[in-house]
């Protein structure tokens, strides 16, 4: 059996879409894979078996910084469980020490166990955990938000100047962003920021109870938003989210993907509006440095 590992193009293309098939429904790497072999920021590595594609991983250098983010590891399904996927990591892995990086990223949901066992066993530790869940139309019934309250839209200096004297509402030292995560300091929040809108909470007493921000999508002829909600109060929670709910029923909008805060995940549940499908459903970020 002749196994190979090498460098992918765009020639490789249609194999990497067979796999992606494979594996999601609606795998997104089919739709950037054309983007990512034009971008020297990323490495593209394919494993293949007797000349055939089984698997592949990225590797995407983070410009202006040492980090850098192992992306899209895919095994077709038929080719699952044999470690071909640890053996992709690992070269993307050693790949991520001759450019240099000194903080290596990997992200997964915690329903893949498989996924999770990889990151631990080659020596990621996990740094940050949210929620997530998705909605699509017809969205659910919601309460209606209170009228006597307006989120308040900030930039990136302004929210980083809440964050410090409000640790408590986002604890962690990174932020989720769509799929990915973003670190907690100005360069973070303002790539956040170049496809997301800022917006807080305040109660009648001056004190921030609830970030959240969102960016929209379109893919494949459908548009999506993708939100993270913060909060330290229940109610204010509540009020956000009943917010949101508004809004997509008055936008064109066919699913909203949502990534929440600590708080936000143990509330959620309690408002009758998280499919069962998700119910439990975490996205974790795993850290390695090199």
Not at 35 to 42: A, I, Q, R, S
Not at 65 to 81: E, I, M, N, P
């Amino acid at each position: 059996m002749t196994v190979e590992l090498r460098k992918l193009t765009i020639d490789d293309a249609d194999a990497v879409n067979r796999v992606s098939r494979t594996v999601w429904d609606e795998d997104y790497v089919p739709f950037l894979f054309e983007d990512w072999t034009k971008d020297e920021c990323w490495h593209l590595l394919g494993l293949f078996i007797e000349s055939e594609l089984i698997g592949f991983g990225a590797l995407q250098l983070m410009k202006d910084t040492s980090d850098a983010w192992v992306r899209g590891l895919r095994v077709s399904l038929k080719h699952q469980r044999r470690h071909y996927g640890s053996t992709i990591t690992k070269n993307l892995i050693e790949t991520a020490r001759r450019e240099s990086v000194k903080t290596l990223w990997y992200a997964t949901g915690s329903r893949n166990v498989a996924s999770m066992h990889l990151a631990r066993s080659l020596g990621f530790r996990e740094v940050n955990r949210v929620g997530y869940f998705q909605l699509t139309r017809p969205f659910p019934p919601h309460p209606t938000p209170s009228p006597n309250l307006r989120p308040l839209k900030v930039d990136a200096a302004r929210l980083l100047d809440v964050l410090r004297k409000n640790p408590s509402l986002v604890e962690a030292n990174t932020l989720p962003s769509a799929w990915q995560f973003e670190r907690k300091n100005i360069e973070g929040i303002q790539k956040i920021g170049e496809t997301s809108e800022f917006m807080l909470m305040i109660d009648e007493k001056g004190i921030v109870e609830s970030l959240y921000y969102f960016l929209q999508r379109e893919r494949d002829g459908r548009t999506s938003a993708i939100y993270s909600v913060f909060s330290l109060s229940r109610s204010m929670f509540v009020d956000v989210m009943a917010r949101i709910l508004d809004d997509l029923e008055l936008s064109e909008i066919e699913r909203a993907v949502f990534f929440l805060g600590p708080n936000a995940t143990e509330w959620a549940p309690a408002l009758m509006i998280v499919p069962e499908e998700y119910s439990g459903r975490e996205y974790a970020l795993h850290e390695m440095n090199l």
